[in-house]
């Protein structure tokens, strides 16, 4: 059965595995790599989404160079905008054209993943001096601290994937639990708590899997 488009975009906003977050080398500010963000949105819509570059402005007279990505899931669209600068001097370091073209595109990539609040959840025990800090995002922080029950506790809806051994349609936070086994790809490899391999089980944090069991 397929996901609707209510259920696609709840999933996205899902928060990511313990230790997604990272931090920038440079400013030690945190981000989400691009692949994680990727990888949520093809489980998502079950590969049912497309991405398209809209715009493409390579200006290296002015050096910089714009762009404008679609995302589509369902019948839906957002688009997403991202903007670099052509460092040094292009003629002498076209190379730095593509760089410039590889940081616009991924910025608007981005810009319109967050247009889908994906990762704010995640994001936000960093940025509590930031947007995070706004009474009315408040929610998102509620829902966090992924130390304590808040995460394994919520969320019990049924999302239509079932376990290879029975065939039970795996609750929420048996498909989230399935996502902390390292290197498990879990579309393939879906079980349900009971029937999670002990040689996977035993990959798993082992307070996340005491907080299962009770
Ligand atoms: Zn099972």
């Given at each position: 059965?397929?996901?609707?488009y ?29 692949q994680?963000?990727?990888?949520r ?40 905008y ?71 506790a ?61």
């Open positions: 059965m397929e996901r609707d209510k259920e696609i975009v709840a999933e996205l906003k899902r928060t990511f595995a313990n230790g997604t977050v990272q931090f920038r080398s440079d400013n030690n500010r945190p981000y989400i790599p691009n994680v963000y990727t990888d949105v093809e489980s998502a819509t079950e590969s049912r989404w497309n991405l398209e570059i809209k715009e493409l402005e390579i200006n290296v007279p002015h050096r910089y160079v714009k762009s404008i990505v679609k995302i589509e899931i369902d019948v839906y669209s957002r688009d997403g991202g903007f670099a600068v052509i460092p040094g001097d292009p003629a002498t370091e076209p190379k730095n054209i593509t760089t410039a073209v590889d940081q616009a595109v991924n910025e608007a990539y981005l810009t319109a993943l967050d247009s889908y609040q994906m990762g704010w959840r995640d994001l936000a025990p960093y940025k509590k001096n930031d947007w995070a800090g706004n009474p009315a995002l408040q929610h998102l922080l509620e829902h966090m601290n992924p130390g304590k029950e808040a995460k394994i919520h969320s019990k809806e049924a999302i239509h994937r079932t376990c290879l051994v029975c065939n039970k349609v795996l609750t929420a936070d048996e498909w989230e639990l399935l996502s902390q086994v390292p290197n498990l790809n879990r579309e393939k490899m879906t079980y349900c708590f009971e029937h999670i391999p002990d040689h996977l089980k035993r990959k798993i944090n082992k307070d996340t899997l005491r907080k299962f069991e009770a």
